[in-house]
């Protein structure tokens, strides 16, 4: 079921592979088809920056069933150092230590495994910059 959405997104999922909009620079994290500041539709690919930091968060403490085990976990919105803002959950942080503005990194992790296939999903998750 899952395994054609992990193949479709395996660049940006894998690789971080982000979209700058070659009318006005601006980086899309996920890629996407029209630039939501000129309305351009020509992208080329580019690495996600690593670093960035947190613009909002929300700690979540009633996860969905795959992710029981890890809450309460905070959700960011991030804006990383290239500009692109994109959603991660951060990891390595207790929920009284999130602030905004704080510094993060990219860094790659499991992030699920799938019920009885056992399948394991890894991506990015964020982890502060000591
Ligand atoms: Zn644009």
């Known amino acids: 079921m899952i395994t054609a959405r992990v193949w479709r997104e395996r660049r940006q999922r894998y690789l971080n592979e982000a979209a700058r909009c070659k009318g006005c620079g601006r980086i899309h994290f ?4 029209v630039c939501d500041a000129c309305r351009g539709s020509d ?5 996600l920056a690593e670093t ?17 085990q890890e809450a309460p ?16 959950q951060v990891a390595d942080v207790a929920p009284e230590e999130m602030r905004t503005g704080m510094r993060v990194r990219l860094e790659f992790r499991k992030i ?19």
């Open 30 to 33: 996920p890629p996407r088809q």
């Open 73 to 88: 976990y905070a959700v960011a919105v991030l804006e990383m150092d290239d500009g692109a803002r994109m959603m991660a």
């Open 52 to 68: 960035g930091k947190v613009l909002s968060w929300s700690i979540i403490r009633v996860p969905p069933p795959a992710f029981a």
């Open 112 to 130: 699920r495994q799938y019920g009885r296939t056992g399948i394991i999903a890894y991506g990015h998750k964020a982890v502060p910059v000591a």
């Open 43 to 47: 992208f080329e690919a580019v690495r």
